[in-house]
Protein backbone atom coordinates (compact mmCIF):
# COMPACT_ATOMS: atom_id res chain seq x y z
CA UNK A 1 0.00 0.00 0.00
CA UNK A 2 2.74 2.54 0.83
CA UNK A 3 4.02 2.08 -3.28
CA UNK A 4 0.94 2.59 -3.94
CA UNK A 5 0.66 6.31 -1.74
CA UNK A 6 4.18 6.73 -3.61
CA UNK A 7 3.47 6.24 -7.00
CA UNK A 8 0.76 8.86 -6.29
CA UNK A 9 2.81 11.18 -4.81
CA UNK A 10 5.29 11.32 -7.50
CA UNK A 11 3.07 11.30 -10.51
CA UNK A 12 1.18 14.55 -8.99
CA UNK A 13 4.50 16.21 -8.36
CA UNK A 14 5.62 15.64 -11.88
CA UNK A 15 2.66 16.91 -13.10
CA UNK A 16 3.29 20.18 -10.95
CA UNK A 17 6.43 20.49 -12.22
CA UNK A 18 5.10 20.34 -16.09
CA UNK A 19 1.90 23.18 -15.27
CA UNK A 20 5.32 25.55 -13.82
CA UNK A 21 7.70 25.18 -16.84
CA UNK A 22 4.63 25.87 -18.95
CA UNK A 23 3.42 29.12 -19.99
CA UNK A 24 -0.08 27.68 -21.48
CA UNK A 25 -3.02 25.29 -20.38
CA UNK A 26 -3.29 22.63 -22.97
CA UNK A 27 -6.97 22.18 -23.44
CA UNK A 28 -9.20 19.91 -25.94
CA UNK A 29 -9.07 20.36 -29.59
CA UNK A 30 -5.75 21.33 -29.44
CA UNK A 31 -5.97 25.35 -27.87
CA UNK A 32 -4.26 26.71 -26.03
CA UNK A 33 -4.87 29.82 -23.24
CA UNK A 34 -2.38 32.12 -22.46
CA UNK A 35 -1.53 33.17 -19.04
CA UNK A 36 -1.57 36.86 -18.16
CA UNK A 37 -1.17 38.43 -14.49
CA UNK A 38 -4.34 39.84 -13.27
CA UNK A 39 -5.37 42.90 -13.75
CA UNK A 40 -6.61 44.84 -10.76
CA UNK A 41 -9.41 48.23 -10.97
CA UNK A 42 -6.88 50.07 -9.48
CA UNK A 43 -4.58 49.31 -12.27
CA UNK A 44 -6.91 50.77 -14.67
CA UNK A 45 -6.90 54.09 -13.22
CA UNK A 46 -5.35 56.78 -15.60
CA UNK A 47 -2.86 59.30 -14.49
CA UNK A 48 -4.64 62.84 -13.49
CA UNK A 49 -2.68 66.13 -13.07
CA UNK A 50 -3.09 66.96 -9.30
CA UNK A 51 -2.77 70.29 -9.60
CA UNK A 52 -6.42 70.93 -11.22
CA UNK A 53 -7.35 69.55 -8.12
CA UNK A 54 -5.59 72.53 -5.91
CA UNK A 55 -5.61 76.49 -5.56
CA UNK A 56 -2.87 78.06 -3.57
CA UNK A 57 -1.23 81.11 -2.82
CA UNK A 58 -3.30 82.96 -5.13
CA UNK A 59 -3.51 87.14 -4.28
CA UNK A 60 -6.13 89.38 -5.80
CA UNK A 61 -6.90 86.74 -8.70
CA UNK A 62 -10.14 85.68 -10.31
CA UNK A 63 -10.22 82.06 -10.76
CA UNK A 64 -12.85 80.08 -12.91
CA UNK A 65 -12.72 76.35 -13.14
CA UNK A 66 -15.09 73.59 -14.26
CA UNK A 67 -14.06 69.95 -12.71
CA UNK A 68 -12.83 67.40 -15.85
CA UNK A 69 -12.48 64.51 -13.51
CA UNK A 70 -15.21 64.38 -10.79
CA UNK A 71 -15.44 63.23 -7.70
CA UNK A 72 -11.99 64.22 -6.19
CA UNK A 73 -10.61 65.91 -2.82
CA UNK A 74 -10.19 69.65 -3.63
CA UNK A 75 -7.98 72.27 -1.97
CA UNK A 76 -7.88 75.48 -1.62
CA UNK A 77 -4.56 76.93 0.65
CA UNK A 78 -3.08 80.56 1.61
CA UNK A 79 -5.21 82.41 -0.99
CA UNK A 80 -5.82 86.51 -0.54
CA UNK A 81 -8.21 88.54 -2.02
CA UNK A 82 -9.23 86.38 -4.71
CA UNK A 83 -12.16 85.66 -6.11
CA UNK A 84 -12.69 81.61 -6.92
CA UNK A 85 -15.29 79.84 -8.76
CA UNK A 86 -15.29 76.22 -9.29
CA UNK A 87 -18.06 73.90 -10.45
CA UNK A 88 -17.94 70.19 -11.11
CA UNK A 89 -18.50 67.74 -8.28
CA UNK A 90 -16.18 66.97 -5.52
CA UNK A 91 -15.63 64.46 -2.66
CA UNK A 92 -14.52 67.23 -0.06
CA UNK A 93 -12.96 70.41 -0.01
CA UNK A 94 -9.94 71.70 2.14
CA UNK A 95 -10.00 76.08 2.21
CA UNK A 96 -7.28 76.33 5.01
CA UNK A 97 -5.11 80.01 5.71
CA UNK A 98 -7.27 82.48 3.37
CA UNK A 99 -8.17 85.40 4.09
CA UNK A 100 -10.77 87.87 2.26
CA UNK A 101 -11.74 85.55 -0.50
CA UNK A 102 -15.04 84.61 -2.38
CA UNK A 103 -15.33 81.03 -2.72
CA UNK A 104 -18.40 79.85 -4.47
CA UNK A 105 -18.28 75.42 -5.41
CA UNK A 106 -19.89 72.53 -6.85
CA UNK A 107 -21.87 70.50 -4.89
CA UNK A 108 -19.84 68.24 -2.66
CA UNK A 109 -20.26 64.87 -1.89
CA UNK A 110 -18.97 64.41 1.65
CA UNK A 111 -17.07 67.89 3.73
CA UNK A 112 -16.12 71.14 3.28
CA UNK A 113 -13.19 71.75 5.83
CA UNK A 114 -12.97 75.82 6.67
CA UNK A 115 -9.38 76.05 8.74
CA UNK A 116 -7.69 79.24 9.72
CA UNK A 117 -9.80 81.26 7.30
CA UNK A 118 -11.30 85.32 7.67
CA UNK A 119 -12.85 87.24 6.53
CA UNK A 120 -14.01 84.98 4.02
CA UNK A 121 -17.33 84.21 2.15
CA UNK A 122 -18.48 80.93 0.53
CA UNK A 123 -21.10 79.70 -1.25
CA UNK A 124 -21.25 75.50 -1.48
CA UNK A 125 -23.43 72.82 -1.08
CA UNK A 126 -22.18 69.69 0.82
CA UNK A 127 -22.55 66.98 3.55
CA UNK A 128 -21.38 68.63 6.28
CA UNK A 129 -20.09 72.09 6.69
CA UNK A 130 -17.14 72.28 9.27
CA UNK A 131 -14.67 75.20 10.52
CA UNK A 132 -12.35 75.48 12.68
CA UNK A 133 -10.03 78.29 14.04
CA UNK A 134 -12.20 80.60 11.62
CA UNK A 135 -13.12 84.43 12.16
CA UNK A 136 -15.92 86.38 10.01
CA UNK A 137 -16.88 83.84 7.94
CA UNK A 138 -19.95 84.24 5.81
CA UNK A 139 -21.39 80.94 4.19
CA UNK A 140 -24.38 80.78 1.71
CA UNK A 141 -25.15 76.86 1.87
CA UNK A 142 -27.07 73.81 1.66
CA UNK A 143 -25.92 71.40 4.03
CA UNK A 144 -27.40 67.35 4.66
CA UNK A 145 -26.34 67.77 7.97
CA UNK A 146 -25.52 70.38 11.03
CA UNK A 147 -23.23 72.84 10.03
CA UNK A 148 -20.20 72.46 13.02
CA UNK A 149 -18.17 75.40 13.94
CA UNK A 150 -15.24 75.01 16.54
CA UNK A 151 -13.25 78.26 18.20
CA UNK A 152 -14.90 80.41 15.73
CA UNK A 153 -16.24 83.32 15.58
CA UNK A 154 -18.00 86.05 14.03
CA UNK A 155 -19.81 83.49 11.72
CA UNK A 156 -22.87 84.11 9.59
CA UNK A 157 -25.20 81.55 7.65
CA UNK A 158 -27.75 81.77 4.88
CA UNK A 159 -29.26 79.40 2.47
CA UNK A 160 -27.32 78.78 -0.48
CA UNK A 161 -29.31 79.76 -3.69
CA UNK A 162 -26.96 79.50 -6.72
CA UNK A 163 -27.80 78.19 -10.59
CA UNK A 164 -25.26 77.13 -13.45
CA UNK A 165 -25.01 75.14 -16.27
CA UNK A 166 -24.58 71.62 -15.56
CA UNK A 167 -25.72 72.31 -11.68
CA UNK A 168 -28.12 69.19 -11.38
CA UNK A 169 -25.73 67.19 -12.83
CA UNK A 170 -22.85 67.96 -10.56
CA UNK A 171 -25.43 67.35 -7.94
CA UNK A 172 -26.08 63.54 -8.88
CA UNK A 173 -22.47 63.02 -9.37
CA UNK A 174 -22.02 64.23 -5.75
CA UNK A 175 -25.17 61.87 -4.93
CA UNK A 176 -26.79 64.77 -2.87
CA UNK A 177 -30.78 65.53 -3.64
CA UNK A 178 -31.36 68.87 -3.61
CA UNK A 179 -35.07 68.91 -2.26
CA UNK A 180 -33.71 66.71 1.15
CA UNK A 181 -33.95 69.25 4.52
CA UNK A 182 -32.03 71.48 4.48
CA UNK A 183 -30.00 72.10 7.95
CA UNK A 184 -28.15 74.98 6.79
CA UNK A 185 -29.40 76.75 10.31
CA UNK A 186 -29.09 74.03 12.72
CA UNK A 187 -25.44 75.17 13.90
CA UNK A 188 -23.81 73.20 16.42
CA UNK A 189 -20.41 75.04 18.29
CA UNK A 190 -18.13 72.84 19.33
CA UNK A 191 -16.82 75.77 21.44
CA UNK A 192 -19.88 77.75 22.98
CA UNK A 193 -18.83 81.04 24.57
CA UNK A 194 -20.70 82.05 27.57
CA UNK A 195 -20.87 85.76 26.98
CA UNK A 196 -21.61 85.94 23.40
CA UNK A 197 -22.71 83.94 19.99
CA UNK A 198 -19.97 82.80 18.15
CA UNK A 199 -22.58 82.92 15.23
CA UNK A 200 -26.01 84.27 13.45
CA UNK A 201 -28.15 84.00 10.77
CA UNK A 202 -28.59 86.55 8.27
CA UNK A 203 -32.03 87.74 7.34
CA UNK A 204 -34.59 86.60 4.71
CA UNK A 205 -33.39 89.46 2.65
CA UNK A 206 -29.90 88.86 2.58
CA UNK A 207 -28.62 88.17 -0.73
CA UNK A 208 -25.40 86.64 -2.01
CA UNK A 209 -25.27 89.55 -4.58
CA UNK A 210 -25.23 91.90 -1.32
CA UNK A 211 -21.55 90.29 -0.79
CA UNK A 212 -20.26 90.67 -4.67
CA UNK A 213 -18.34 93.88 -6.00
CA UNK A 214 -20.01 94.83 -9.33
CA UNK A 215 -17.00 93.49 -11.32
CA UNK A 216 -17.24 89.99 -9.32
CA UNK A 217 -20.88 89.48 -9.55
CA UNK A 218 -20.04 90.28 -13.57
CA UNK A 219 -17.29 87.19 -13.51
CA UNK A 220 -19.89 85.16 -12.40
CA UNK A 221 -22.80 86.76 -14.80
CA UNK A 222 -19.75 85.96 -17.56
CA UNK A 223 -19.53 82.26 -16.72
CA UNK A 224 -23.01 81.51 -16.32
CA UNK A 225 -23.46 81.77 -12.48
CA UNK A 226 -26.47 83.22 -11.06
CA UNK A 227 -27.94 83.83 -7.84
CA UNK A 228 -31.63 83.83 -8.31
CA UNK A 229 -33.47 82.03 -5.78
CA UNK A 230 -36.81 81.43 -8.38
CA UNK A 231 -34.37 79.93 -10.62
CA UNK A 232 -31.71 77.92 -8.07
CA UNK A 233 -32.09 73.93 -7.97
CA UNK A 234 -32.03 73.95 -3.84
CA UNK A 235 -35.45 75.78 -2.56
CA UNK A 236 -34.86 78.47 -0.09
CA UNK A 237 -35.53 78.09 3.30
CA UNK A 238 -35.39 79.73 6.06
CA UNK A 239 -36.75 80.03 10.15
CA UNK A 240 -38.35 83.08 9.75
CA UNK A 241 -40.37 81.75 6.81
CA UNK A 242 -42.37 79.49 9.30
CA UNK A 243 -43.09 82.90 11.53
CA UNK A 244 -44.12 85.67 9.15
CA UNK A 245 -46.17 85.46 6.48
CA UNK A 246 -44.74 86.08 2.54
CA UNK A 247 -46.63 89.44 2.60
CA UNK A 248 -44.78 90.67 5.88
CA UNK A 249 -41.50 89.04 4.31
CA UNK A 250 -42.36 91.11 0.87
CA UNK A 251 -42.79 93.87 3.25
CA UNK A 252 -40.37 95.46 5.50
CA UNK A 253 -40.74 93.03 8.16
CA UNK A 254 -36.75 91.95 9.39
CA UNK A 255 -36.09 88.84 10.87
CA UNK A 256 -32.62 88.13 12.23
CA UNK A 257 -31.58 85.46 14.42
CA UNK A 258 -28.53 87.54 15.57
CA UNK A 259 -26.03 86.79 18.13
CA UNK A 260 -24.15 89.41 20.83
CA UNK A 261 -20.78 89.71 18.79
Known amino acids: MGNVFNLIHNWISSRC????????????????????????????????????????????????????NQ?????????????????GS????FVDDCIDCKI???????????????????????????????????????????????????????????????????FANARLNAKIANRWSEIFDFTPSSLSSNWRLLSVEDRVEDHLDKVELLHCINHQITFNRTLSLIPFTHPA????????LLGKAQYDMTGKF
Not at 71 to 87: A, M
Open 104 to 170: ILGPVRGSVFLRSCSECFVVTTCGQLRTRDCNEITCYIFCASQPSIEVSYAMKFQCISLDYPGQRDD
Open 71 to 87: GQQFTIEGCKRSLILVT
Open 17 to 68: DDYANNVTIPIRHGNSIPIHPPVYSWDRKTDTDASQFRLENLNGQFICRTLV
Open 90 to 93: FDSV
Open 241 to 248: LNIFSRDD
